[in-house]
């Protein structure tokens, strides 16, 4: 890690002056259990970015000690490192990434006649309980059925589900198989198969611990996937890491940057590219501006059309009446899933959706509330600057009152994550922000690296806003570890690097029991200091 102001400074930006180190501690008492399940025999040097929040790095340290101690460096001001970001000197190539070929093993057809293929599965229901399988058959309709059970190669259990298929342009699609497998028990490996004849294939998946406070659970985050070779570093890279389920922010496969007769193809291609992790494990999705796909000088008038055909979502559990915006909680997280492009403002159907929704939130039950969408709301990044301002003023106070705290986007094609802050006022003319610090505000992370043939977005804003903490054009994805009902862990994971360590990662403590804690910390003080010991041993 390179403290603010170190490093290869921005082109036309000189050098900060080196800050003067100073030594800190910080005792976590409560939460050195934290820690336990990572199996650490050292701990990071870091620099405090947030009270709220401690940047973990890779310097070798002692063991872990009952009292774990985090000794780092601080600037001299510590009222203001908060307001020192970092911008990454890493440097990748701008050029567009390149496509994999059509004939590449990794979109290989399954063998077999009419082979299911382009398997994924999402979650089916608001708890976790239920799964949707999702595959297409090429040549006829075949099977609807799924059949599944605890033990491999032994399925005592059967779901019927629909098949369909449609028409865009001159493409017409296979097959679109759809089942809902319900009643599941939690923290269970489910067996299924699918297919018929020579053509069966069997997969598995594993359903979530039950909603509970301090449920650990590993998300993935990905957004701008498409299929080029850096998307499949990204996969690879992805699959490695242990994460148990992806939140997905949109622009999937990029078909529509294909021509015309290719669109419905690479549809299916990249189907077939995900299948060897979404056949597995649910991914939990949003739409991105590729979907759309409103293309009237084709007659294609129906927005997210072949999307909606393959992404279904659980989205009426939650209440909603779109499958572009929904809720479900998976172990200790509340996952709100957003459209940036359809209406939001008030008297919208999304608005008076999220309204309800953030009012149906308990935390008590799950503490970690997460919004993913697929248009960044801050972005210091000169590609698509701004673009999310209109979502931001009508949400972010929703967002606040409610102490969010993680929201992930996409579509800028780079890396960025925001301190703890709200009500930015723009100087539109002279490209200004001033950021607000707010206890209260979720962190933004943009996420949208996959690595999309578009390239990478590396111009970013010089100077840095004060509300950025780090920013790199590469690609990538990001973890989110949650450890118990105070604390996570989240890493970025820069690809090809030749590193095994994490490009940014910090301990984020979560908004509602932090302030719960200390609220509980301060009334028992409160109470040892005016009520007689006998009635403290009743409480």
Not at 80 to 103: C, K, M, Q, Y
Not at 292 to 306: A, L
Not at 467 to 490: C, P, Q, V, W
Request: glycine fraction near 6%; charged fraction near 20%.
């Amino acid at each position: 890690m390179v403290p603010p102001g170190h490093g290869d400074a921005p082109r036309g930006r000189p050098m900060a002056p080196p800050p003067h180190p100073v030594p800190f501690r910080l005792l976590l008492k409560e939460s050195v259990n934290l820690f336990i399940p990572l199996d650490l025999s050292l701990y990071c040097l870091g620099i405090v970015a947030d009270l709220d929040m401690i940047i973990l790095k890779d310097k070798k340290m002692g063991p872990m000690i009952p009292q774990l101690v985090v000794i780092g460096y601080v600037l001299l001001s510590l009222v203001n490192i908060a307001h020192a970001g970092v911008t990454s000197s890493f440097v990748r190539s701008e050029w567009p990434s390149v496509d994999i070929p059509l004939d590449n093993e990794v979109f290989a057809v399954p063998s077999g006649y009419n082979a299911p293929q382009q398997v994924h599965i999402t979650q089916g229901d608001y708890d976790g309980k239920a799964v949707i399988i999702i595959w297409v058959t090429p040549i006829e309709p075949g099977s609807n059925q799924v059949r599944y059970g605890k033990s491999e190669n032994k399925y005592d259990f059967t779901a019927e589900g629909t098949v369909k298929n449609y028409t865009f342009y001159n493409y017409t699609s296979g097959y679109i198989h759809q089942c809902l497998v319900s009643d599941l028990e939690y923290d269970t490996k489910y067996f299924y198969e699918i297919g018929e004849g020579d053509a069966v294939r069997s997969f598995w998946f594993q359903t979530p611990p039950k909603i509970d406070p301090n449920a650990s659970y590993k998300f993935g985050i990905i957004g701008d996937l498409g299929q080029t070779y850096n998307s499949l570093s990204t996969l690879e890279h992805y699959i490695e890491s242990g994460a148990q389920s992806v939140l997905h922010v949109g622009d999937l496969s990029y078909a529509d940057r294909y021509t015309y007769h290719d669109m419905g193809v690479r549809w299916d291609s990249y189907g077939r590219f995900v299948e060897k992790v979404q056949a597995y494990q649910p991914w939990i999705w949003t739409v991105g501006n590729h979907e759309i796909e409103y293309m009237p000088y084709m007659n294609e008038v129906v927005p997210f059309k072949q999307y909606l055909y393959r992404y279904p979502t659980p989205y009426a559990a939650s209440e909603s009446t779109s499958p572009l915006w929904y809720a479900v909680r998976r172990a200790s997280a509340h996952i709100i899933v957003l459209s940036s492009y359809s209406p939001y403002v008030k008297y919208t159907p999304q608005y008076i959706w999220l309204e309800a929704e953030l009012k149906k939130v308990d935390r008590k039950k799950t503490p970690w509330l997460i919004v993913i969408m697929h248009t960044p709301i801050y972005n210091s990044n000169s590609a698509h600057y701004m673009e999310g301002e209109s979502m931001r003023v009508v949400f972010e106070s929703w967002f606040v009152k409610y102490k969010v705290d993680l929201i992930f986007a996409g579509h800028v094609h780079a890396y960025e994550r925001s301190y703890r802050i709200s009500n930015i006022h723009y100087n539109i003319t002279g490209g200004i922000s001033y950021p607000v610090p707010d206890k209260s505000a979720p962190v933004y992370i943009t996420v949208g690296d996959g690595g999309n043939q578009e390239g990478l977005a590396s111009r970013f804003n010089d100077p840095q806003p004060d509300y950025s903490a780090f920013r790199e054009a590469s690609y990538g994805h990001s973890t989110l570890e949650i450890m118990n009902k105070t604390h996570a862990l989240y890493h970025w994971n820069r690809n090809d690097d030749g590193k095994k360590i994490a490009t940014d990662s910090f301990v984020l403590q979560n908004q509602y029991w932090n302030k719960s804690l200390r609220r509980r910390k301060l009334k028992k003080n409160y109470l040892h200091s005016t009520v007689p010991t006998v009635e403290l041993n009743n409480l």
